[in-house]
């Protein structure tokens, strides 16, 4: 699961240009579990129209902002579904990965032939049905004009 998703961020990275025409919208939220805020989600946004997807980490506040094409542009205008996972790191990836920045970054350093990530146990710290978008029940709308701050409480 860890690879896919490490897979498809790669993918939105390097096709990404600024002359893509996509309306983006910035988008904030938080990701809470078990009444607690979590560190380090990762909170997915996948446009139905759109074959890109917008991603965010949640810092220690459990408070993140999606990134599309630049740091912190937000997400595709429109309906969105959402997936969130938890990973913990054994190796590169970490919570300081705020954008896909710095995710090409840390794959510029790498040591090996391995992606960011790749070596990740594959235990999501979150219930498995928020990793994928066709069982997580997650839907925002993201409006042009209006405050996109999006909080998800989590539940088993």
Not at 14 to 40: A, D, H
Request: net charge positive; aromatic share 6%.
């Amino acid at each position: 699961m860890a690879i896919r998703l490490l897979f498809i961020l790669a993918i939105a990275i390097s096709g990404c240009s600024k002359g893509s025409g996509l309306k983006l919208v910035p988008v904030s939220g938080s990701v809470k579990y078990k009444g607690s805020m979590v560190e380090g989600a990762v909170v997915t946004f996948m446009a139905k129209e759109s074959p890109r997807i917008s991603v965010g980490v949640t810092d220690a506040q459990g408070k993140f902002s999606l990134t599309t094409m630049n740091t912190n542009d937000g997400a595709i205008a429109g309906d969105n579904q959402v997936m969130i996972t938890k990973m913990p790191p054994k190796g590169t990836v970490t919570t300081a990965m705020k954008s896909p920045d710095d995710y090409m970054k840390a794959m510029q350093g790498a040591k090996n032939a391995k992606p960011p990530g790749s070596d990740l146990d594959g235990k999501n710290g979150l219930p498995s049905k928020y990793a994928d978008v066709a069982t997580s029940g997650l839907k925002r709308t993201v409006v042009a004009g209006e405050k996109n701050d999006f909080n998800f409480e989590l539940t088993d």
